[in-house]
């Protein structure tokens, strides 16, 4: 798909249609719908999020329906003078928001800075980007540290750290009848990447829905009706099936370069098991001599046959289009 991203006042990205019909395709009886994406992902992630949510969203857009695709920033989050010009040539003013009349909006998480989410520069941001959704979007998704930033400031509730980094391809079973999840079948292979969770008996005390979640790390998709539909994303529905292994060799890298002191762990039922092998025995290299070096002996790495990492995506994000849509769910 070619990305042209217009110039326009409030257009600030391209249009996606689905893929078997022209892009002039536009008729009368299309309906339109606009999607803000806020990234917020750092640098390393930021190209690969955006082009992971419009691939997403061409792929799952229903046959009568258009999709105009915004994409902003949080100004506040720091970028490499690389990734600044990246944002000014494709990015819109976050204070334009507004004028892009938004049907629904996807908020991404952010690298963490600080211990505390009330800490990092960007909160103030942040919540009153929760606050204007609230009202002025017809459902918005929050993805990962967003979804724990947004509990948090709408309910009080806080995220609990770890002891381990959550990461890899889990199951995860619907657990409630919801217009989201319809027509996918359990289990949901979903992959997660987070250092802390939240305690789904605190979620359903405070009014939210839990939708699916898994039996090794417990919620993973859940909602809350306020004046917008909330939809809350612990995992990475929207992850393809190389994103785990771009962070773990990320961390690894993090790790022989002296910017982590913890070796990080394999991603949970992700690589097959010669790979595996392979892994445990270059950890065991790497804690003994940690050279940067060291990952250019790394070999090829083999991931699962039985991955299925983000089949259910498509799905998920069709059923929330088609929710933008009719308003309740329909196709």
């Known amino acids: 798909m070619t990305l042209l991203f217009d110039r326009h006042r409030t257009i600030t990205s391209p249009a996606l249609v689905p893929e078997d019909r022209a892009p002039d395709a536009g008729r009368g009886d299309q309906i339109e719908l606009v999607i803000g994406?806020?990234?917020?992902?750092?640098?390393?992630?930021?190209?690969?999020?955006?082009?992971q949510f419009a691939r997403l969203l061409q792929g799952a857009t229903p046959p009568h329906v258009r999709v105009r695709f915004h994409c902003f920033v949080l100004p506040s989050i720091a970028r490499a003078p690389a990734l600044q010009?990246?944002?000014?040539?494709?990015?819109?003013?976050i204070g334009a928001l507004?004028?892009?009349?938004?049907?629904?909006?996807?908020?991404?998480?952010?690298?963490?800075?600080?211990d505390e989410?009330?800490?990092?520069?960007?909160?103030?941001?942040?919540?009153?980007?929760?606050?204007?959704?609230?009202?002025?979007?017809?459902?918005?998704?929050?993805?990962?540290?967003?979804?724990?930033?947004?509990?948090?400031?709408l309910d009080g509730i806080t995220r609990r750290r770890l002891a381990a980094k959550c990461s890899g391809v889990y199951d995860c079973s619907k657990v409630a009848d919801d217009w989201l999840t319809r027509g996918i079948?359990?289990?949901?292979?979903?992959?997660?990447?987070?250092?802390?969770?939240?305690?789904?008996?605190?979620?359903?005390?405070?009014?939210?829905?839990?939708?699916?979640?898994?039996?090794t790390i417990g919620v993973d998709i859940f909602g809350r009706?306020?004046?917008?539909?909330?939809?809350?994303?612990?995992?990475?529905?929207?992850?393809?099936?190389?994103?785990?292994?771009?962070?773990?060799?990320?961390d690894i890298a993090r790790f022989l370069n002296g910017q982590r002191d913890?070796?990080?762990?394999?991603?949970?039922?992700?690589f097959d098991s010669a790979t595996e092998d392979v892994l445990r025995q270059f950890e065991v290299r790497a804690r003994a001599t940690r050279d940067p070096m060291l990952a250019a002996g790394?070999?090829?790495?083999?991931?699962?046959?039985?991955?299925?990492?983000?089949?259910?995506?498509?799905?998920?994000?069709?059923?929330?289009?088609?929710?933008l849509v009719t308003g309740a769910g329909g196709g």
């Open 37 to 51: 994406l806020i990234n917020n992902m750092p640098d390393s992630a930021l190209k690969a999020t955006e082009r």
């Open 85 to 93: 010009k990246h944002v000014a040539q494709h990015y819109g003013d």
């Open 98 to 114: 507004g004028r892009v009349a938004v049907d629904g909006l996807i908020v991404t998480g952010a690298e963490p800075i600080a």
């Open 117 to 153: 989410l009330h800490d990092e520069p960007y909160w103030p941001e942040l919540t009153s980007l929760i606050n204007w959704a609230a009202t002025n979007t017809r459902s918005t998704i929050w993805s990962c540290l967003a979804a724990h930033a947004a509990v948090l400031h």
């Open 185 to 215: 079948r359990s289990p949901l292979k979903i992959s997660h990447s987070r250092y802390n969770t939240l305690e789904e008996s605190e979620l359903i005390a405070h009014g939210y829905q839990v939708l699916t979640r898994s039996d």
């Open 225 to 250: 009706q306020l004046s917008s539909r909330f939809v809350f994303f612990q995992g990475h529905p929207e992850y393809d099936s190389l994103s785990l292994q771009r962070e773990y060799m990320r």
């Open 262 to 270: 913890d070796y990080p762990n394999l991603p949970a039922a992700y």
């Open 298 to 323: 790394l070999p090829g790495l083999t991931l699962r046959t039985d991955l299925g990492a983000g089949t259910a995506a498509k799905l998920l994000f069709r059923n929330w289009l088609s929710f």
